[in-house]
């Protein structure tokens, strides 16, 4: 058996910034990442569009509007001091029909309430300055926005826990954990590790470590696979930086936008397509196990029943690119069903709980010498030092005090 301080289940952006803000407190501390996969930022982190947040979204004094806006700043800094290519280029949020300029300028005064200075509301024909090829009658410019690849971020985290004399096993996925002694004991298919705290960072999988760990949890995660298009070289033109729909204030996703990644890459998506493998990339991927533990969940039954007609949509959008052009058209009207091919996807953990609420702030479930960090979608990466900092804190206090 192994021994360590702290043991973190998960190689993506959250638990690698997260051991990495341990060192920061203390770099005497003996600290094992255990990954199931070969390599860092493998499912979502490794999935993401790249954007960095400003913190527009989200309702002042939350999770999400907090660490996003802290983690901002500490994501640029970590980027300055490692070469890190990122790129500040600002983007639009558009209205294009008049229902949607009440929550247009809801999410205006939200980013001005979370200090997000320049961000400004502009008309339909200062929507042209920012994107000509845009069409909207109204919007809100936000300069803070950013693109940056954040599986280099990631990368750039893991070399210097290495360096630091930290260990990150691949290929140990996590089968149980033993709570019952002074220092829980973890046990892979290839080793076991003992340590005086663990925290979970295991993204779709983080109900499941939650539960092993002993944790009360009313949540389930559902997984919502996020299909991409990308512009042809020929029509990047149409598009200058980003550009996105005002939300629909009642469901967690941001709608089918364009964003422009670090590579000069357009990509136009995602949509929210139920998936039926927790890191069911496409349409085929398919586990009946994990298909039924989402569907015979009350929470669930309750979800599809309030949603059923938008997640009819968004099937329907998932089989038909003309449906997905038509969507695209309503924020660049020129756009045609030849500019786009098809690209990437990614898979949203998106926790749901018995009452069939999608719950929508970051979520961390604490437990004696466990934390679990159970609810971590977008803006977590922007957030990722941030979220990190906050743990690394609350696991000085409860196990080295």
């Known amino acids: 058996m192994d021994n360590y301080d702290v043991t973190v289940i998960g190689a993506g952006i959250i638990g690698l910034a997260t051991a990495y803000k341990l060192l920061e407190f203390n770099p005497s501390m003996k600290i094992c990442i255990l990954e199931k996969e070969n390599g860092v930022a493998f499912h979502q982190t490794g999935h993401n569009s790249g954007v960095i947040h400003s913190g527009i979204y989200y309702k002042p004094g939350s999770l999400k509007a907090v660490n996003c806006i802290t983690g901002y700043n500490m994501l640029l800094e970590f980027c300055d001091e490692n070469n890190i290519p990122y790129d500040i280029c600002g983007k639009i949020i558009v209205a294009t029909q008049e229902k949607e300029i009440p929550p247009l300028k809801t999410l205006y005064e939200r980013g001005i309430a979370n200090g997000l200075s320049g961000t400004k509301l502009i008309s339909a024909d200062e929507i042209k300055e920012h994107e000509p090829e845009a069409a909207g009658i109204q919007g809100i410019y936000v300069p803070q926005t950013g693109i940056v690849d954040y599986k280099a971020v990631s990368e750039k985290i893991y070399e210097k826990l290495k360096s630091a004399g930290s260990e990150v096993r691949f290929g140990e ?71 996105y729909p005002v939300p629909d204030p009642e469901f967690p996703f941001l709608g089918v936008h364009f964003t422009r990644r670090i590579d000069g890459m357009i990509e136009a998506g995602p949509n929210a397509v139920l998936a039926f493998k927790k890191e069911g990339y496409v349409k085929s991927d398919f586990s009946l196990s994990e298909t039924l533990n989402t569907l015979s969940y009350t929470g669930f039954h309750k979800v599809a029943a309030k949603y059923w007609k938008t997640g009819f949509y968004e099937f329907r959008r998932s089989f038909s690119k003309n449906e997905f052009v038509n969507s695209l058209q309503k924020l660049i009207p020129a756009i045609k069903s030849d500019d786009i091919e098809k690209g990437g996807s990614g898979v949203r953990a998106q926790a749901c709980d018995s009452g069939g609420k999608l719950i929508d702030d970051f979520m961390f479930v604490e437990n004696g010498n466990f934390i679990n960090v159970c609810n971590a979608p977008s803006p977590a990466a922007t957030s990722c030092f941030s979220i990190g900092k906050t743990i690394a804190e609350k696991i000085l206090k409860k196990c080295f005090d």
């Open 173 to 243: 996925e996590v089968i149980s954990i033993n709570s019952s002694d002074t220092e829980p004991v973890i046990a892979t298919r290839k080793n076991k590790y003992s340590s005086k705290a663990v925290i979970g960072c295991a993204g779709l999988y983080s109900d499941k470590i939650a539960q092993m760990t002993g944790s009360e949890t009313d949540f389930r995660i559902i997984p919502f696979r996020g299909e991409y298009y990308k512009l042809k070289d020929s029509a990047r033109h149409l598009v200058k930086n980003l550009i």
